[in-house]
């Protein structure tokens, strides 16, 4: 059973950086697809970014490009980040990290549906 656990939720102001932190197993990280997505309050859940099978193709949306970066911990393969930085106000949400085993399909990343399991999120505040 896949199992994720996201963390590094925190209050910070406009114009500050976060980095979060996902982990999945039971196997490392390279052996998923995933994405961040993130539900602020009232909203649906949006995509945020995706790291693919090929761990070079990321994808992001428009509203966090160039702000925001997914990478993962190539040395220890154990943990998959988003690097936030120049935060606003609206970033302020909830943030899951969500993961597969199966291959993206063409945009299929921005979906939920392109996912198996993702976990409990982590609350993320951007004060103005």
């Known amino acids: 059973q896949v199992q994720v656990v996201e963390s590094g939720g925190t209050v910070v102001q406009a114009g500050g950086s976060l980095r979060l932190s996902c982990a999945v197993s039971?196997?490392?990280?390279?052996?998923?697809?995933m994405g961040w997505f993130r539900q602020a309050p009232g909203k649906e859940r949006e995509f945020v970014a995706a790291n693919s099978w090929i761990v070079t193709n990321s994808y992001y949306a428009d509203s966090v490009t160039g702000r925001f970066t997914v990478y993962r911990d190539s040395a220890k393969d154990t943990l998959l980040y988003l690097q936030m930085n120049n935060l606003r106000p609206e970033d302020t949400a909830v943030y899951y990290c969500?993961?597969?085993?199966?291959?993206?399909?063409?945009?299929?990343?921005?979906?939920?549906?392109?996912?198996?399991?993702w976990g409990q999120g982590t609350q993320v505040t951007v004060s103005s």
């Open positions: 039971p196997r490392t990280v390279s052996s998923y697809a």
């Open positions: 969500e993961a597969t085993t199966r291959a993206f399909s063409a945009g299929s990343f921005r979906f939920e549906s392109a996912y198996d399991r």
